[in-house]
């Protein structure tokens, strides 16, 4: 039989528990309250009419629906970040993942416009550049004037350790007012093909295109979708059903560090500029 000593003891162990675990959860309530603070405002909400031509596949023609997608501003005069995959819907990665099979399906964002903190409208925006290999896309507003936007800088990025809580921010749909929240995860390991990535556990993957953070702010990299090209295996229906053996892994978000988000923003800017 346990004696009375052994008994407060393990009394007092389960509330010293008690104690840290609520330390914890005040300690990440501090941390999301401190962050929807502080970069809520470079979340911004990107609307466009997403033009869909299936090519004759499934019966379908053209369609145009309208569509809303995160971003988030990376420049104080109005050059947001999204990704690739986001801005052209499902089709884009349906066509990247069928290869050949999926060669005529094709879909073109119009009319596109920033919304950023509570406005509603939106202002006139065009697309700059896009990186379908690192599923980035940039958008800028046309005429953002000489408003100064808050932004997230990509120069001052961080290195995240496995197993080290992070954060990403997102603003939920128009029916919900676009309101922030903020959802947490680790670092579940990484990997270096088909390049250098950070991989997520927890609700951070779900986030396209997003920043991730530390909870002291410090930006680790941006969600993004890694898929394998189809291209090359014409309409080989056996080659597809290869590449589902890893959808899961494929379709899960991953973080593209800072420092390679910055280096692919500058050069696709360059690219832009020269043309």
């Known amino acids: 039989m346990c004696s009375d000593q052994q008994r407060i003891g393990s009394f007092l162990a389960a509330a010293f528990s008690c104690l840290a675990c609520s330390a914890v959860r005040a300690d990440e309530g501090e941390v999301i309250s401190k962050l929807l603070s502080e970069k809520t405002s470079a979340i911004v909400t990107i609307k466009f009419t997403l033009k869909v031509n299936m090519g004759g596949m499934f019966g379908g023609g053209e369609e145009e629906t309208d569509s809303e997608i995160n971003g988030v501003m990376i420049d104080p005069k109005g050059m947001a970040l999204c990704a690739n995959s986001q801005l052209s819907g499902f ?36 697309i700059v550049a896009r990186d379908s290999e690192l599923d980035l ?24 350790k ?33 390049r250098d990535l950070y991989v997520p556990a927890g609700n951070v993957g ?50 593209l560090p800072a420092a390679d988000v910055a280096k692919a923003t500058k050069r696709a800017l360059d690219t832009a500029a020269g043309k």
């Open 91 to 126: 089709v884009g990665m349906m066509r990247q993942f069928m290869g050949g099979m999926g060669g005529n399906i094709t879909a073109t964002p119009t009319d596109l416009k920033i919304l950023v903190g509570d406005d509603t409208e939106g202002r006139e925006a065009e």
């Open 137 to 160: 896309a940039w958008v800028r507003l046309k005429e953002p004037g000489e408003q100064k936007f808050a932004h997230v800088d990509l120069s001052q990025g961080a290195v995240p």
């Open 162 to 194: 496995v197993g080290q809580q992070v954060f990403v921010l997102r603003r939920m749909g128009k029916y919900f007012a676009r309101s922030p929240v903020c959802a947490d995860g680790r670092i579940a390991g990484s990997t270096s093909k088909p």
């Open 206 to 255: 779900a986030a396209h295109g997003l920043p991730v953070f530390l909870a002291d702010g410090k930006l680790v990299g941006v969600v993004v979708m890694q898929m394998p090209e189809g291209e090359g295996e014409g309409g080989n229906p056996m080659a597809m059903l290869g590449r589902m053996a890893g959808l899961q892994d494929m379709m899960s978000g991953l973080i």
